[in-house]
């Protein structure tokens, strides 16, 4: 195997790969006829890819050029993924890509192409997968090398560069480790095996794209274990009314309780050692324990459930007193290094910091939702980033990121990892410039004299002397210690943060920020901010003044979305912005974002049309996606139920996958399960109902052995088995905030929506969608009869006018 090729000694390595004269003269005739190789990143829509036009690796596109020139010269591809906001990518690029014997080898015989991971996660995460099952690890860069036909022959994510005076050389050998692979290792021996045994590199690579495609049979093996061609399923287009026998059931939602519980961290919360990540699905399964119906609790065990969904605070608490936590300027970082949170990986994420939105959100509305409750605070710190001039664009979508690495002061010709966010003890003082509020501001956010991160995590020195603000005693612990109170304490906190602010923006360089703007990351951000507008709405509630900002921003960026990257004539959504539209069409995963974002700015504006573009998406993406069951297997369709990542004529895509198991974001089909679900419910649509249940039971199999790998999904366990609670709000000009404020104030839990109906226009498209709805007949018929009515939907479609509230939805 090429994998074990490259563990043994390379002596002979570089003789080896020296081609003969005849193989020269060859691909001197060969590369004539395609031209030059020459860097083409420049005429990318990626800020990462365009980055490095001034590469000497002459960087192509992954597009038929650069593919036709890898079959026509009959050489290996290399393929780097990455991201800009990544250090990791920034360093490979310094470090290793500007090494003029790597540029050279890399573009004499090999075709160098460079992605962006966001742009292309489709591609990315299939060889990440790749990767994983070949080194057990992951991280960017990712770089991969392929045959001309795009099929895997050896990866990794990092390499040391040449010599021994390399970051990742020297900590390894620091700490007493065994010398890593070096790059000139690597590609020398690549390709001297593609050179002299090309048929067994290929007959190898082959090999490993059947053992990836069984890796990535996730949502394909229902249909085979319960069917023999004997047996086959059909189905009328309009029988979506047959109830779904599923195996698994509410009892996977113990197990997954059970296997998450084992591995949660007591002391400093989250799970497992370091790297430690958000993993905002998870939490959302964890916070929802005590939230689900009675039924649910019963099952797992209320106790049981209360301790879950402390196991879920106490991480949030441990956030926020973390280093992830930008103290001074707002926002979240990627993930810790560290166990304890003390030491993070820089970059700043739109992605991270939406999703954590919705789970301070919801750890705010557990409290009882009040401005003086825990949270409080961070919920509108979180928001108030999102939609600041940092991450917004003109036009109203959100950009991708802020890079890690930046220049500490101005006329710096390095940039440095966090540069913008670390403090020397002196500059710390100077910054705030009161002793009294240094010394305290300085013990609560551990400030020491020579730095408080542990050499053990800095083996490279980075951090020499550097402070990575956070917080290690809270106000009551500082009063007592201090002999100052309370109040005191909180006000020169508060004043050194504020000073601290200043001094950074004026005498630090920001971070650059990744200005592309992905349809599925604004989906998220439209979702989070779309769902806090509506919670703040409280006139005793200082932040309500906020609340027209956050729903304007999400309605902005929902906006965009349609005038830049929809096209409503073709019925096509695209990825991606930056000065202008990118070719590369959405991906099922866009398409499910936005969704589930159209729903809650629909249950937050009232505004119909939302829901409508919701509905067109759906459908959509039903046709672009969805594995429908038929009545004989292909090799493009699994007859399985659920949503493929791609569609399977998609450019360049080596194998047609299904997203279901959550990383750090939710997986496509968790979401488009819920989204159907919810759709379903507001349009009494059997369609979308049975798709959702259709949809989870694809991944029956996975979820029975490892229910806790899907959080998610677990979540849409509950509607298919329980139902939901829906609710009717009627209005003539805007509806109530204050009666709803039991639906807007409900932390997530198991299916529940809120249906607008009014006699304007806007709102006579659900009456078209929905013309037999026995829900809508009676609803016209109170709301004629001048009457107000909140209520709550039941299974058989009556209408229960409660008052104004809706009793006990604090408990569904």
């Not at 919801?362 to 605070?377: I, N, R, T, V, Y």
């Not at 979401?671 to 649509?685: E, H, I, P, T």
Request: net charge negative; glycine share 6%; hydrophobic share 35%.
């Amino acid at each position: 195997m090429m994998s074990a090729q490259l563990q043994q000694s390379d002596a002979g390595a570089a003789a080896s790969s020296q081609p003969s004269q005849s193989t020269n003269e060859a691909q001197a005739q060969r590369t004539q006829s395609f031209g030059p190789l020459t860097n083409r990143a420049a005429s990318s829509k990626s800020p990462f890819v365009r980055a490095n036009s001034e590469s000497a690796i002459a960087w192509q596109l992954l597009d038929d050029e650069a593919i036709s020139r890898a079959k026509g010269e009959n050489k290996p591809i290399f393929l780097s993924i990455g991201y800009l906001a990544s250090h990791h990518c920034h360093l490979a690029h310094q470090e290793t890509f500007s090494n003029p014997k790597i540029a050279s080898l890399l573009n004499q015989e090999f075709v160098p192409i460079l992605i962006d991971r966001e742009e292309y996660p489709n591609i990315d995460s299939v060889y990440m997968s790749y990767n994983q099952s070949l080194n057990s690890n992951a991280g960017w860069p990712l770089n991969v090398f392929l045959t001309p036909e795009l099929e895997p022959v050896y990866s990794g994510t990092y390499w040391a560069p040449p010599g021994t005076d390399g970051s990742v050389a020297a900590a390894a050998a620091a700490d007493g480790a065994a010398k890593p692979l070096d790059w000139l290792t690597v590609i020398e021996k690549v390709h001297s095996s593609w050179q002299n045994e090309e048929s067994r590199v290929r007959a190898e690579a082959q090999k490993s794209l059947i053992e990836l495609q069984q890796l990535l049979g996730e949502g394909t093996l229902v249909a085979t274990e319960r069917q023999s061609p004997a047996e086959e399923i059909t189905r009328s287009a309009t029988d979506y009314s047959a109830e779904i026998q599923g195996e698994v059931d509410l009892d996977q939602l113990e197990e997954a309780y059970e296997r998450i519980t084992r591995t949660f961290d007591p002391v400093f919360g989250g799970f497992g050692q370091a790297d430690k990540f958000l993993t905002p699905p998870k939490l959302s399964l964890i916070l929802r324990a005590t939230q689900f119906p009675q039924v649910v609790q019963d099952v797992v065990g209320p106790e049981e459930c209360v301790y879950i969904s402390t196991m879920g605070l106490h991480t949030l608490r441990r956030i926020v007193t973390g280093a992830v936590h930008d103290h001074i300027g707002g926002g979240f970082h990627r993930h810790s290094i560290t166990r304890d949170w003390s030491l993070p990986s820089f970059e700043k994420l739109l992605i991270d910091n939406a999703l954590l939105l919705g789970l301070f959100l919801d750890a705010w509305l557990l409290s009882g939702g009040q401005p003086q409750h825990e949270f409080a605070d961070t919920v509108t710190e979180v928001a108030d980033y999102i939609t600041s001039d940092t991450m917004v664009s003109e036009k109203g979508g959100f950009f991708t990121s802020e890079v890690a690495d930046s220049y500490n002061r101005r006329g710096d010709k390095v940039m440095r990892n966090g540069a913008f966010y670390l403090w020397t003890r002196k500059e710390f003082d100077t910054a705030v410039g009161n002793e009294d509020e240094s010394k305290t501001a300085a013990a609560y956010w551990n400030v020491q004299e020579h730095g408080n991160v542990d050499s053990a995590h800095d083996p490279l020195d980075e951090f020499l002397n550097q402070n990575v603000i956070h917080i290690v005693k809270n106000h009551t612990r500082l009063s007592k210690q201090l002999v100052l109170t309370e109040e005191e304490v909180k006000r020169r906190i508060d004043s050194a943060k504020a000073k601290l602010r200043s001094y950074r923006q004026a005498e630090r360089v920001k971070p650059d920020v990744d200005t592309k703007i992905v349809t599925s990351y604004n989906g998220m951000a439209i979702a989070a901010l779309s769902r806090t507008a509506a919670a703040i709405f409280d006139k005793k509630d200082p932040a309500t003044g906020k609340r027209e900002k956050y729903l304007t921003a999400a309605k902005n960026a929902a906006l965009f979305i349609k005038n830049e990257l929809w096209d409503s004539s073709e019925k096509t959504l695209y990825r991606m912005y930056c000065d202008g539209r990118s070719d590369v069409k959405a991906f099922s995963e866009d398409y499910a974002f936005l969704i589930e974002g159209l729903i809650e700015l629909y249950e937050a504006s009232a505004d119909a049309s939302w829901l409508e573009w919701a509905d067109e998406l759906q459908a959509v993406q039903i046709t672009l996606f969805y594995d429908q069951p038929t009545t004989t297997p292909t090799q493009a369709n699994a007859r399985c139920g659920a949503f493929y990542s791609t569609t399977h004529d998609a450019p360049y895509t080596l194998l047609c996958y299904k997203d279901a198991m959550d990383s750090s974001q939710p997986s496509a089909n968790a979401v488009s399960v819920s989204n159907l679900f919810r759709l379903g419910a507001l349009l009494s649509d059997e369609k979308y109902t049975y798709l959702a249940k259709e949809s989870l039971n694809a991944f029956a199999v996975e979820m029975l052995e490892h229910p806790n790998l899907f959080p998610g999904l677990l979540c849409g366990i509950v509607p298919w088995k329980l139902g939901g609670r829906h609710w009717v709000c009627m209005f003539k000009d805007e509806p109530d905030r204050h009666e709803l404020a039991g639906f807007y104030k409900a932390p997530r839990s198991a299916l529940f929506t809120v249906r607008y109906h009014t006699g304007d226009e806007p709102h006579a498209w659900i009456r078209r969608r929905d013309p037999g709805s026995e829900t809508f007949r009676r609803a016209n018929a109170v709301y004629m009869g001048g009457a107000k009515v909140l209520g709550t939907i039941l299974p058989e479609g009556i209408i229960t006018p409660t008052g104004s509230h809706f009793p006990g939805i604090n408990t569904v």
